[in-house]
C-alpha cells in the first residue's frame, strides 16, 4: 500500500466507520429507550387495580409475545432479514450464472483467447454455487429436523 493510499484510507475511510459507530449506537439506544418506556407503561397498567382479567391477559400475552420475540431463536428474530437475503443471494447467483454463460458463449463464438473467458468461466461457477447454496442448506437442515425427530433405538 503506498503512501497516498494509506492516506486516503486514513482521511475517508476511520472518519466512515466512526460515523457508522455511532449512528448504530445512537439507534440502538433510542429502540432500547423505546422499549423500556413501553414496558413501564405495561407494567403500570397491570398494577392498576381496577383493571379486568380480560385486559390484565391480554397484557400479559403482549408482554410475552415481546419477549419471546427479543430472545427467541435467532431464525424468528432475523427472519425478515433472512428473507431478504436469501432473495438477494439468489438474484445475485442468478445475474452471475447466466451472465457468465452468456459471456462465456460469447467469447466463444468471437474466438477470444481463453483468458478473456476466465472471469466468465469463475463467475459461472459462482453463479451456480450462490443458486444452489440455500437449496442444499434446505436440505441438510431438513435432514438434521429428521433425525432429530426420529425415534432412538
Do not use: C
Not at 11 to 33: C, E, T
Not at 99 to 125: D, H
Amino acid at each position: 500500500m503506498n503512501p497516498r493510499e494509506l492516506a486516503s484510507l486514513l482521511i475517508f475511510g476511520v472518519p466512515a466507520i466512526l460515523l457508522l459507530i455511532y449512528i448504530f449506537s445512537k439507534v440502538g439506544k433510542n429502540r432500547h429507550q423505546l422499549r423500556v418506556m413501553r414496558l413501564q407503561v405495561l407494567q403500570e397498567a397491570l398494577r392498576h387495580a381496577a383493571l379486568d382479567e380480560r385486559t390484565r391477559t391480554e397484557l400479559t400475552r403482549v408482554l410475552a409475545d415481546d419477549y419471546r420475540r427479543e430472545h427467541g431463536p435467532m431464525g424468528e428474530r432475523f427472519g425478515r432479514w433472512l428473507r431478504v437475503g436469501h432473495v438477494l443471494l439468489l438474484a445475485i447467483g442468478w445475474l452471475l450464472l447466466i451472465g457468465g454463460i452468456g459471456f462465456w458463449i460469447a467469447g466463444e463464438a468471437l474466438s477470444l483467447n481463453r483468458y478473456t473467458i476466465q472471469p466468465a468461466i469463475a463467475a459461472t461457477i459462482v453463479g451456480a454455487a450462490f443458486v444452489t447454496l440455500p437449496l442444499a442448506m434446505r436440505e441438510l437442515l431438513g435432514r438434521r429436523d429428521r433425525n432429530a425427530t426420529a425415534p432412538q433405538p
